[in-house]
């Protein structure tokens, strides 16, 4: 991502910050003009809009995974994701990512203090909100139709304020104590972790978070037989799956091309080859997902190959900008199989997550991350970063192995600090019964007990008590599912 310490500061260029309040020294060295800043102002903000669109597109995804009696929590929460990220991220996110401070957070730039009008930092800023709360909707569709609403109002300020930022700090920013910017003999194994749009710092936080919540929550009543079988549950629409897909790898070219931080001179190319090498990328993981869904179920399974191009998009994110093409389809590849393994792995354990976010995030973000330390490709490492290392497949004076050990790091590092922050809080709403929507909740719908009703006029029937687990045989069914019933039947 964008380097953005303070304000004043941005953009790679051979691994050095330039400074853009320094106007005299820009001029003279051609890096920056006042016009290539207000270039890269639009551009950062034409970015930020399209990463803020994958709140719409997770949107869509996940009300298309559930039952129609939970589409208004669904839509609530990422109402929530968005509007609690931002406020969050304003008075304190930020500054714990970019401020100044220590190796571990940062300590100034709260509340857009010492941003002195500076048009860049306020751009990067709705980016970076951006990035924040596609973290949190990772975790929201994951542990779907289960909870009460009063986990996303714990998990979420949390997750948007300290776990993800100090993630950022650690890896984004110029004094983060896994940071390639570093001085050669402060970086970690010589080298620094390097993770160019996210596949570590947004994709593996919001993955371990799911997963966490996933096994602290528990599965949707009635997903898993006594003995373990797998039972299938309502999903409303894959055409709702499908649109979303679309708008998230629509929305993922602002994510990976926005990181670059700069459109103009140098940048321009390495914005073009991020966006081809994420194309590629998404769809031979796609195309992989359906050779193999089709050779293990029998079909083309929708579902699966949605997920599939999502997989080869988080795979791509952390090495988009510094591997080959060809390099992109292997990793699109891999990444396809290891969410479509993965995700069936899930299933064996009994683990319930409802839009298969940790196979997606958790797995190919951790696939993601280890990729820079096989694929990257030494002469681009050296434009971007300036660090001199590459993949262990390439030759850069023995520093391949060392980018290997540092990418290796870095997701030991994230997934134990996201991973404990998330057992804490989700344990400690699970042990104050402030975690689990009640058995009745759940029968009826989330939206009926927080919402005021349903999304839709008409509805499928209800399960009754006696076909739902945990509930009491002879309890009645509602009145308003058998009319609703009954309205659905006139229509016939």
């Given at each position: 991502?964008?380097?953005?310490?303070?304000?004043?500061?941005?953009?790679r260029?051979?691994?050095?910050?330039?400074?853009?309040?320094?106007?005299?020294?820009?001029?003279?060295?051609?890096?920056?003009?006042?016009?290539?800043?207000?270039?890269?102002?639009?551009?950062?903000?034409?970015?930020?809009?399209?990463?803020?669109?994958?709140?719409?597109?997770?949107?869509?995804?996940?009300?298309?995974?559930?039952?129609?009696?939970?589409?208004?929590?669904?839509?609530?929460?990422?109402?929530?994701?968005?509007?609690?990220?931002?406020?969050?991220?304003?008075?304190?996110?930020?500054?714990?990512?970019?401020?100044?401070?220590?190796?571990?957070?940062?300590?100034?730039?709260?509340a857009?203090?010492?941003?002195?009008?500076?048009?860049?930092?306020?751009?990067?800023?709705?980016?970076?909100?951006?990035?924040?709360?596609?973290?949190?909707?990772?975790?929201?569709?994951a542990?779907?139709?289960?909870?009460?609403?009063?986990?996303?109002?714990?998990?979420?300020?949390?997750?948007?304020t300290?776990?993800?930022?100090?993630?950022?700090?650690?890896v984004?920013?110029?004094?983060?104590?896994?940071?390639?910017?570093?001085?050669?003999?402060?970086?970690?194994?010589?080298?620094?972790?390097?993770?160019?749009?996210?596949?570590?710092?947004?994709?593996?936080?919001?993955?371990?978070?799911?997963?966490?919540?996933?096994?602290?929550?528990?599965?949707?009543?009635?997903?898993?037989t006594?003995d373990?079988?797998?039972?299938?549950?309502?999903?409303?629409?894959?055409?709702?799956?499908?649109?979303?897909?679309?708008?998230?790898?629509?929305?993922?070219?602002g994510?990976?091309?926005?990181?670059?931080?700069?459109?103009?001179?140098?940048?321009?190319?390495?914005?073009?080859?991020?966006?081809?090498?994420?194309?590629?990328?998404?769809?031979?993981?796609?195309?992989?997902?359906?050779?193999?869904?089709?050779?293990?179920?029998?079909?083309?399974?929708?579902?699966?190959v949605?997920?599939?191009?999502?997989?080869?998009?988080?795979?791509?994110?952390?090495?988009?900008?510094?591997?080959?093409?060809?390099?992109?389809?292997?990793?699109?590849?891999?990444?396809?199989?290891?969410?479509?393994?993965?995700?069936?792995?899930?299933?064996?354990?009994?683990?319930?997550?409802?839009?298969?976010?940790?196979?997606?995030?958790?797995?190919?973000?951790?696939?993601?991350?280890?990729?820079?330390?096989?694929?990257?490709?030494?002469?681009?490492?050296?434009?971007?970063?300036?660090?001199?290392?590459?993949?262990?497949?390439?030759?850069?004076?023995?520093?391949?192995?060392?980018?290997?050990?540092?990418?290796?790091?870095?997701?030991?590092?994230?997934?134990?600090?996201?991973?404990?922050?998330?057992?804490?809080?989700?344990?400690?709403?699970?042990?104050?019964?402030?975690?689990?929507?009640?058995?009745?909740?759940e029968?009826?719908?989330?939206?009926?007990?927080?919402?005021?009703?349903?999304?839709?006029?008409?509805?499928?029937?209800?399960?009754?008590?006696?076909?739902?687990?945990g509930?009491?045989?002879n309890?009645?069914?509602?009145?308003?599912?058998?009319?609703?019933?009954?309205?659905?039947?006139?229509?016939?």
């Amino acid at each position: 991502a964008v380097v953005s310490t303070q304000s004043g500061h941005y953009g790679r260029a051979g691994g050095n910050v330039v400074n853009i309040t320094q106007e005299i020294v820009d001029l003279i060295s051609g890096l920056k003009t006042d016009e290539s800043i207000s270039v890269d102002v639009a551009f950062i903000l034409f970015c930020s809009v399209l990463v803020f669109s994958m709140q719409l597109g997770f949107s869509l995804l996940e009300i298309g995974c559930v039952s129609m009696r939970n589409t208004n929590s669904l839509l609530y929460q990422n109402l929530m994701d968005a509007s609690i990220a931002a406020v969050t991220f304003y008075l304190l996110g930020y500054g714990f990512a970019y401020g100044t401070g220590s190796s571990f957070i940062g300590l100034t730039n709260f509340a857009f203090s010492g941003f002195d009008n500076n048009s860049y930092t306020y751009a990067f800023w709705v980016l970076q909100f951006a990035f924040a709360g596609t973290t949190s909707s990772i975790v929201a569709g994951a542990i779907a139709e289960r909870c009460k609403i009063t986990t996303y109002f714990v998990f979420g300020p949390l997750l948007t304020t300290l776990t993800y930022p100090v993630v950022v700090h650690w890896v984004w920013s110029t004094t983060g104590w896994a940071s390639y910017q570093l001085d050669e003999e402060s970086r970690l194994f010589g080298v620094g972790a390097i993770d160019f749009a996210g596949s570590t710092v947004v994709h593996t936080v919001g993955g371990i978070t799911a997963l966490v919540g996933c096994i602290i929550l528990g599965p949707r009543r009635g997903r898993f037989t006594e003995d373990g079988a797998v039972v299938p549950m309502p999903q409303q629409s894959i055409a709702f799956q499908t649109a979303g897909t679309f708008v998230l790898w629509i929305g993922w070219y602002g994510f990976n091309v926005g990181s670059t931080g700069s459109i103009a001179n140098e940048y321009a190319i390495i914005a073009a080859k991020v966006a081809a090498n994420m194309t590629i990328s998404a769809a031979f993981a796609g195309i992989t997902c359906t050779i193999v869904t089709k050779f293990v179920h029998g079909s083309l399974d929708v579902p699966m190959v949605n997920n599939g191009i999502l997989a080869g998009l988080v795979s791509i994110t952390a090495s988009c900008g510094i591997v080959t093409a060809y390099s992109a389809a292997i990793i699109g590849i891999l990444g396809g199989l290891l969410y479509f393994g993965s995700s069936k792995l899930l299933l064996k354990m009994n683990i319930d997550d409802v839009v298969d976010a940790v196979p997606v995030h958790l797995v190919c973000g951790i696939w993601g991350t280890l990729a820079v330390g096989f694929f990257a490709y030494p002469g681009d490492v050296d434009i971007q970063f300036g660090t001199g290392s590459c993949g262990i497949f390439y030759q850069c004076g023995g520093n391949g192995g060392y980018q290997l050990a540092a990418q290796i790091c870095i997701i030991l590092a994230v997934v134990t600090w996201a991973g404990v922050l998330a057992t804490l809080v989700f344990w400690l709403l699970k042990a104050t019964n402030q975690l689990r929507a009640e058995t009745e909740g759940e029968r009826v719908g989330l939206d009926r007990t927080y919402h005021g009703g349903y999304c839709y006029e008409l509805m499928p029937p209800t399960p009754q008590p006696s076909e739902f687990p945990g509930l009491i045989e002879n309890e009645e069914a509602d009145i308003d599912d058998v009319e609703n019933q009954k309205e659905l039947s006139s229509l016939d």
